[in-house]
């Protein structure tokens, strides 16, 4: 196993920790929440708006 | 016409409408019956309904006397349109299935083609439309209050000045982690090694596959179908904005100053 595959894996697992983290305490706030801070107003749609469609043209158009 | 017998000296009983026999008169009469009108004049005779007064909205209810009044600006007919799904349940499921053989086909294609590359634009010029056609006058906040409010919030935060709360808490933690994915990307991506592989590379290894490029296109496009027409005002915030403060589906007191603040 690679340094790249180890640190990925903990990267991973830490995301998932944190999801369910997030999703058991009521107080904080979950990814939800993050997705709609930046809905909330036109600059955060763009911005949002503007790395999905970024993310999609490199995942499935270019040489990922 | 009948010929009717009748004693000398009696009366006709035919009289003039209106008129009585001479032997009756000076009796009591039961009023007359009312005279029914016609009919073809409809409702024209009738009597004008009272105007009734407007109830009061309940938002005005709640404000106090001294504060204005401000009605609350509805928003336009798509937002109202797009959100309401039970309602829409057919147009749906013809857009679920529309969509599931799009990202079939989607699967089946190549990542140099040249139908990828264009059925790929094509669909992120469709989002950003719909964003641009369902979203007019129907954000919860202007851009600049926006973005000021989110400046503040991180100066507040790096200076100290109150207390961490559980929401800043949580804000950090997303703030660690969403950092530590980027910057081991960019590290692995300016390193350039095999044992290194980027981000783009692990997606990569799902998108080979035909079934994994037609789920992954099937998550993005849903994805990005979110972020141009969901969480809007008047749509969905009815529900959960009674959790999260924002007045926007329940009216308060404070429902006109938060409309005020929207686009």
Same mark, same amino acid.
């Given at each position: 196993?690679?340094?790249?595959?180890?640190?990925?894996?903990?990267?991973?697992?830490?995301?998932?920790?944190?999801?369910?983290?997030?999703?058991?305490?009521?107080?904080?706030?979950?990814?939800?929440?993050?997705?709609?801070?930046?809905?909330?107003?036109?600059?955060?749609?763009?911005?949002?708006?503007?790395?999905?469609?970024?993310?999609?043209?490199?995942?499935?158009?270019?040489?990922? | 016409?009948?010929?009717?017998?009748?004693?000398?000296?009696?009366?006709?009983?035919?009289?003039?409408?209106?008129?009585?026999?001479?032997?009756?008169?000076?009796?009591?009469?039961?009023?007359?019956?009312?005279?029914?009108?016609?009919?073809?004049?409809?409702?024209?005779?009738?009597?004008?309904?009272?105007?009734?007064?407007?109830?009061?909205?309940?938002?005005?209810?709640?404000?106090?006397?001294?504060?204005?009044?401000?009605?609350?600006?509805?928003?336009?007919?798509?937002?109202?349109?797009?959100?309401?799904?039970?309602?829409?349940?057919?147009?749906?499921?013809?857009?679920?299935?529309?969509?599931?053989?799009?990202?079939?086909?989607?699967?089946?294609?190549?990542?140099?083609?040249?139908?990828?590359?264009?059925?790929?634009? +094509?669909?992120? !010029?469709?989002? /950003?439309? &719909? %964003?641009?056609?369902?979203? #007019? @006058?129907? *954000?919860? =906040? $202007?851009?600049?209050?926006?973005?000021?409010?989110?400046?503040?919030?991180?100066?507040?935060?790096?200076?100290?000045?109150?207390?961490?709360?559980?929401?800043?808490?949580?804000?950090?933690?997303?703030?660690?982690?969403?950092?530590?994915?980027?910057?081991?990307?960019?590290?692995?991506?300016?390193?350039?090694?095999?044992?290194?592989?980027?981000?783009?590379?692990?997606?990569?290894?799902?998108?080979?596959?035909?079934?994994?490029?037609?789920?992954?296109?099937? +998550?993005?496009? !849903?994805?990005? /179908?979110? &972020? %141009?027409?969901?969480?809007? #005002? @008047?749509? *969905?915030? =009815? $529900?959960?904005?009674?959790?999260?403060?924002?007045?926007?589906?329940?009216?308060?007191?404070?429902?006109?100053?938060?409309?005020?603040?929207?686009?």
């Amino acid at each position: 196993m690679t340094v790249g595959a180890i640190v990925w894996t903990a990267i991973g697992a830490a995301w998932l920790a944190w999801l369910v983290v997030t999703r058991s305490v009521r107080p904080l706030p979950g990814i939800e929440s993050v997705v709609r801070a930046f809905l909330g107003s036109w600059l955060g749609r763009i911005v949002a708006l503007a790395a999905w469609a970024e993310a999609g043209w490199h995942l499935f158009g270019q040489r990922p | 016409m009948a010929h009717v017998d009748r004693p000398r000296g009696a009366r006709s009983t035919c009289a003039a409408p209106g008129r009585r026999p001479q032997h009756l008169r000076g009796t009591w009469a039961a009023p007359a019956a009312p005279v029914p009108r016609p009919r073809h004049l409809g409702g024209a005779l009738r009597k004008a309904p009272v105007p009734r007064l407007a109830p009061m909205p309940e938002e005005r209810r709640l404000l106090p006397n001294h504060a204005p009044y401000r009605p609350v600006r509805h928003p336009p007919a798509l937002c109202r349109w797009v959100w309401p799904l039970p309602r829409r349940i057919a147009v749906l499921g013809i857009a679920v299935l529309v969509g599931a053989a799009f990202c079939a086909w989607e699967g089946l294609q190549g990542r140099y083609s040249t139908a990828s590359h264009v059925s790929i634009l +094509a669909t992120i !010029a469709l989002v /950003l439309t &719909l %964003a641009a056609a369902a979203g #007019r @006058g129907c *954000q919860r =906040r $202007r851009s600049r209050t926006w973005a000021r409010a989110a400046w503040r919030a991180v100066r507040a935060q790096l200076s100290r000045r109150r207390a961490r709360s559980a929401a800043a808490a949580g804000a950090l933690g997303w703030v660690v982690v969403i950092s530590a994915t980027v910057g081991w990307d960019a590290f692995s991506f300016a390193m350039q090694r095999h044992s290194l592989p980027t981000l783009s590379r692990l997606f990569g290894a799902v998108t080979d596959h035909e079934w994994g490029r037609a789920l992954l296109f099937a +998550a993005w496009l !849903a994805f990005g /179908l979110y &972020l %141009a027409l969901g969480w809007r #005002r @008047g749509s *969905q915030g =009815r $529900r959960a904005n009674g959790r999260l403060g924002d007045p926007a589906g329940a009216p308060s007191r404070s429902s006109s100053r938060a409309h005020e603040d929207r686009v």
